[in-house]
């Protein structure tokens, strides 16, 4: 959620929270009354962790409580924020410069200086924080403040995309100096230069967020946002029709119920967010590279994209996004199923077809089971669909829906319905993802998928600085993940939020898979007003 790469473990409490939420809709900010037309309530699926940048909270820009040193504008081009212009980069690459906005604050009324912003990168770089950033900088060697208005960064080597790391929101030293940031009371109250200030966080229920007066950026055109984490696609759904919502993230059959109804808008958010089938090496099954390329040319992603999606949403054949220029278009495939192509597959490898139409080798059945989170109603019918591809070229695939703490505990020996994807740079996400020495670690490369090649690429792939030599280095990446299939790649989404009607403000963008709280439809909030 760069965040845990997973939905948040915190399930809504059903009815203490719909009691708790239409209160709050119904009385303090009742439909037409001044306190509604100031607040906003929006309803997303997940729950964050932490509200601390440095543990991985909207790492990415838009978090609505911090800031970064630099923002991503409507077209995810990199402007200023926190420093006064873009951070400048050495001719050799390796020491970025950047100097501060002037009177700046943050929400208790600290005025930020460059100190603050060398304790944020340090705490990340602290091996006894458990920030899962670390090495998404492990190129910085030592990050410095001249003079209370100066950041200077110095990197071990060259790293074309670092200036796009800097979006990271920054923390005031003196709130986290000397304590153990794991467990700091920050984490649930922190403290920002955002537009928003945290007024509370009731968990399982929702976020509550307050005007910052005194933003840097200008004050907020409305004066309050809740945020609930509402878990279930179909409640969520329910409750935006009841009016409880002024806007909310539906999976995509649900978002086209709202096309036509009055007072509503549906948008549908291009993104570089894929979805697929993991699939672990140590599985006597999935670990078989016959049974995984043949699942790969065996799913019908068109049928995926036009059902399941609603239209909303692409065939995915790999990790990079088609609208990267990094992407290799040698690395997709035939969008509908081949099941010919698939049975040679699994023909030629030894695996022949029983009296049940099973297939086997060696006295085991190509079975095996496909998790999923359960209330996630999109991966649940994508699960449904490869289960019935796959049943056509003689695999058993057995979905199954799950909650977080049960997937975890299973998620090295059972292939699973995950989501990734960044619309930023290929060294975002995948580097992790498809690395060797991240084999294992959590929803990082829970597969334990491991290639010399790969490995190789995506190391050059974030060492060079020459753009067509970082292409060249992607292009094989793309190449060898195809040629080894350890996820079946299924569709890139576009993100579908419903929005009542009236709403001015609202500006879509590419989005990335981790959105939520921040980088989603409401990036932008803190300028959206009612018509």
Same mark, same amino acid.
């Not at 993104?271 to 090496?281: C, E, H, I, K, S």
């Not at 597959?345 to 079975?367: M, N, V, Y």
């Not at 056509?392 to 998620?411: F, Y």
């Given at each position: ?224 946002? @809740? ?167 003689? @695999? ?128 932008? @909030? ?6």
């Amino acid at each position: 959620m760069v965040r845990s790469h997973r939905p948040a473990r915190r399930l809504i409490a059903a009815v203490a929270g719909l009691l708790l939420l239409t209160a709050c809709s119904s009385t303090a900010a009742g439909p037409g009354s001044p306190a509604a037309s100031s607040t906003f309530v929006v309803a997303i699926a997940g729950e964050p962790d932490t509200l601390n940048p440095v543990l991985n909270f909207g790492v990415d820009g838009a978090s609505l409580i911090f800031d970064g040193l630099v923002a991503r504008d409507a077209q995810n081009v990199l402007a200023p924020a926190l420093a006064a212009g873009l951070p400048t980069v050495s001719a050799d690459g390796r020491t970025v410069t950047a100097k501060l906005r002037k009177g700046v604050t943050f929400h208790d009324g600290g005025q930020l200086t460059a100190a603050d912003v060398v304790f944020t990168y340090r705490a990340v770089l602290d091996p006894k924080v458990d920030s899962i950033l670390r090495s998404d900088l492990d190129m910085l060697a030592t990050v410095t403040a001249p003079d209370p208005a100066t950041v200077v960064f110095t990197l071990r080597h060259a790293y074309a995309p670092f200036l796009q790391r800097l979006t990271l929101g920054i923390v005031p030293a003196k709130s986290l100096s000397g304590q153990d940031i794991n467990k700091a009371a920050f984490n649930r109250q922190p403290i920002g230069t955002g537009p928003y200030r945290v007024e509370s966080w009731t968990a399982g229920d929702r976020l509550v967020l307050t005007a910052n007066d005194t933003y840097w950026g200008g004050r907020p055109a409305n004066r309050k946002l @809740i945020v609930a984490f509402v878990a279930d696609d179909n409640v969520r759904a329910q409750r935006m029709r009841a009016g409880e919502f002024d806007a909310a993230e539906l999976a995509p059959k649900l978002a086209a119920g709202f096309d036509n109804a009055t007072g509503y808008t549906v948008q549908r958010v291009p993104t570089a967010d894929y979805r697929g089938v993991m699939l672990p090496f140590g599985s006597p099954v999935t670990g078989d590279l016959a049974v995984r390329r043949a699942l790969s040319v065996g799913v019908d992603r068109a049928a995926m994209v036009r059902g399941v999606l609603a239209g909303a949403g692409e065939p995915a054949f790999g990790p990079v996004p088609p609208t990267s220029e990094f992407a290799d278009p040698t690395a997709a495939a035939k969008t509908s199923a081949d099941t010919a192509a698939a049975a040679a597959l699994l023909d030629a490898a030894g695996w022949t077809p029983g009296a049940d139409g099973i297939r086997a080798k060696g006295g085991r059945q190509a079975a095996f089971t496909l998790m999923y989170p359960a209330g996630d109603s999109l991966r649940k019918e994508l699960a449904l669909a490869v289960s019935a591809d796959a049943k056509r070229i003689g @695999i058993k695939v057995s979905p199954e829906g799950l909650t977080w703490d049960a997937i975890d505990a299973r998620i090295t020996r059972d292939a699973l319905l995950m989501g990734f994807g960044t619309p930023y740079d290929p060294d975002f996400v995948s580097y992790k993802l498809f690395g060797s020495k991240f084999a294992a670690q959590g929803y990082f490369n829970p597969g334990s998928y491991r290639s010399p090649v790969a490995d190789r690429a995506l190391q050059d792939g974030r060492d060079q600085a020459d753009p067509a030599r970082r292409r060249a280095a992607y292009a094989t990446f793309q190449r060898q993940l195809a040629a080894d299939a350890p996820w079946v790649f299924l569709t890139y989404l576009k993100h579908t939020y419903v929005v009542r009607a009236g709403i001015t403000g609202v500006t879509p963008r590419v989005e990335a898979h981790e959105h939520g709280v921040a980088n989603s439809l409401w990036w932008n @909030i803190n300028t959206w007003t009612r018509a």
